[in-house]
């Protein structure tokens, strides 16, 4: 194979854990940001996408140089059993936190294509994710990679190809990447963008993936060239996450919303059928659900590397972990609640968890003895700490907010 093809062939990690970024959370949180609020948050948006540039590179270089998930070396770093059952607690939390939105914006997709009541949409979603994961069993990783970029091409187009019907102003685009922030709703979408976009399943999953595909292959002395790979392949994830949310807050802003009591996913569904036709709202709803379906199929593996990295050495039966994720969000559906409510809420808790996978992940990548030459360099951890510490202050003034 040419050094090209060998180039090509290890892309992929980065583009699977980074559909975490193109998840119903982010669709529901993007929009709400834009619809309520028009191009405000969207300096919070483009610097989120270069925050999870950082924390996803620092995942890989992790799963790369150790051979071991980050949860993996947590569990063992934890001598305490108290601590590490809270620690996976927390961790697992996340998971069916993330499980839950996913699960939840594939049932809305259909009950948007199909009229299904959304508890039938739920566990049409689960069960499709689920034989998704089992083709990843039998086919291995690389043709579970295919399914999920496939997923991503049909997500991309539809989410993006719904502006088409307005003309956004350059002039309003600018004014959103001068960081501001209203009051302290508009703080909380913001945090939910941060949740959203810097996802703490995706930085356990990213370290598991790139040492499942690079940290077995890899002889110590390519780890420089590899790294290399990983950028690119962070890179070309985080380009089309951060260009599909960054459409989605323009569709959002360029519609609007006046009644904040309306569901944002089925009202901005509404306004493309109205102004640009049936195609494009179609093409919309298929993106949610693809959205969907390959989100929660990675945020289950994801429930899976936090298990067995911090409990047991084992592997779940894949039923058994698709209904730890599944029964949270039947039950979340069967409260009646708005579901982009939900959706947004779920991406403002997953904030919370951020912290405790990336203080002990540039802690990791910062040890010169677990790390060898792909340690960080001090001003990558530094800068690390700098993100981790104000996104904790930013979590501690909401609460502070609301509590206080």
Not at 76 to 93: K, M, V
Not at 265 to 272: H, L, P, S
Request: proline letters at 3%.
């Amino acid at each position: 194979m040419s050094s090209k093809g060998k180039f090509l062939s290890l892309l992929g990690p980065a583009v699977v854990a980074g559909v975490a970024y193109l998840d119903p959370g982010n669709v529901a949180t993007n929009l709400t940001a834009g619809t309520h609020y028009g191009y405000l948050l969207l300096w919070v948006l483009v610097a989120a996408n270069l925050i999870a540039w950082l924390v996803q590179y620092l995942a890989a270089k992790l799963g790369l140089a150790s051979n071991k998930s980050l949860s993996r070396i947590m569990g063992e770093r934890i001598t305490s059993p108290f601590g590490r059952f809270l620690y996976w607690l927390q961790a697992q939390l996340v998971a069916i936190a993330t499980d839950l939105a996913e699960l939840i914006g594939g049932a809305v997709a259909l009950n948007l294509l199909f009229g299904w009541p959304l508890l039938a949409g739920c566990l049409a979603t689960a069960v499709v994710s689920t034989g998704l994961l089992y083709l990843k069993a039998r086919g291995g990783a690389k043709t579970f990679e295919y399914l999920i970029f496939g997923l991503i091409v049909m997500t991309s187009i539809g989410f993006i190809s719904a502006i088409s019907a307005w003309t956004p102003q350059a002039g309003e685009f600018l004014t959103g990447l001068t960081p501001r922030l209203t009051n302290t709703e508009s703080a909380v979408i913001a945090l939910g963008i941060l949740g959203a976009t810097i996802m703490p399943h995706a930085v356990y999953v990213h370290s598991a993936l790139s040492r499942d595909r690079l940290g077995v292959i890899s002889p110590k002395s390519n780890n420089q060239k590899l790294l290399r790979i990983i950028k690119w392949d962070v890179s070309l994830a985080m380009f089309i996450a951060g260009t599909v949310n960054i459409a989605l807050l323009i569709l959002g802003a360029v519609i609007g919303i006046t009644n904040h009591s309306d569901d944002v996913i089925a009202t901005v569904f509404n306004e493309i059928m109205s102004a640009g036709g049936a195609t494009f709202a179609v093409l919309f709803a298929l993106a949610l659900l693809a959205s969907g379906l390959a989100s929660t199929s990675v945020g289950t593996y994801a429930g899976e590397v936090i298990f067995d990295g911090l409990l047991v050495k084992r592997s779940l039966p894949l039923v058994v972990r698709r209904m730890i994720t599944l029964v949270p969000a039947l039950f979340v559906l069967s409260l009646g609640l708005g579901a982009t409510d939900v959706l947004v809420l779920s991406q403002v808790f997953l904030s919370f968890g951020i912290p405790f996978a990336l203080f002990p992940l540039i802690r990791l990548t910062s040890d010169k003895n677990l790390m060898g030459d792909a340690v960080n360099t001090r001003f990558t951890s530094l800068l690390g700490y700098c993100v981790a510490g104000a996104l904790t202050g930013l979590n501690l003034w909401i609460l502070i907010q609301f509590f206080g």
